[in-house]
């Protein structure tokens, strides 16, 4: 793939909270990429703490400092949205190889639904391999600390709806 033709990349996820391992990825595919669009959906197959709206500011205020990333959210199938976008590179992070399956299914899916869809696969740095957003919210929940595995911003948003719901 030649990515020096490739206008954007698009990083979809339901980024529940965002975490520093999505964080690292946004800041890997920004460095690969003219630009990347991070697309924020909802996942039908989860329930999500955040609202949709919420997870997209959280996202903007994590990524501020890297000016070629742009946070936008979209419904429906991805494959539809990376139409509207003229955009068909997708970025997904692989934490392990338990992550391989789900990725590959996507991928593939994605290209029978549009084969004009790649899919690129980056590594987070190690100290991330281990890390979900559902992790950080048992974590925070539970009273444990989140330092260093989520954004400041998200730490904060996560400490005040935990406190409302106790
Ligand atoms: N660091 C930390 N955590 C990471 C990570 C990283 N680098 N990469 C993935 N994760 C974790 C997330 O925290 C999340 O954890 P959780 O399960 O505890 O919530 C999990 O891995 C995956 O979440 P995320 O990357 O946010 O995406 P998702 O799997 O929820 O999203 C979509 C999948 C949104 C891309 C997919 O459902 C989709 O495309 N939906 C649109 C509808 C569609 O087109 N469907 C057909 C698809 S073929």
Not at 11 to 36: M, Q, V
Not at 155 to 165: D, Q, S
Request: glycine share 4%; with cysteine; aromatic share 8%.
């Amino acid at each position: 793939m030649n990515t020096k033709n490739t206008v954007a990349a698009v990083y979809p996820g339901s980024f529940d909270p965002p975490t520093n391992g999505h964080l690292d990825i946004i800041t890997r595919a920004s460095g690969l990429f003219p630009k990347i669009i991070v697309a924020v959906t909802e996942n039908q197959n989860k329930k999500h703490l955040f609202s949709l709206q919420e997870r997209v500011s959280l996202l903007k205020e994590a990524s501020e400092n890297l000016k070629n990333v742009e946070i936008v959210s979209f419904s429906g199938l991805l494959a539809h949205f990376l139409e509207r976008v003229n955009s068909f590179t997708v970025i997904r992070g692989l934490r392990a190889l338990s992550d391989f399956e789900y990725e590959f299914q996507m991928a593939l899916m994605n290209r029978k639904l549009n084969k004009k869809i790649e899919t690129v696969l980056l590594m987070p740095d190690q100290a991330y391999a281990f890390l979900s957003s559902s992790m950080v919210k048992e974590i925070a929940s539970l009273g444990g600390s989140t330092s260093g595995l989520a954004p400041k911003c998200v730490e904060k948003r996560l400490k005040e709806i935990l406190k409302c719901t106790i």
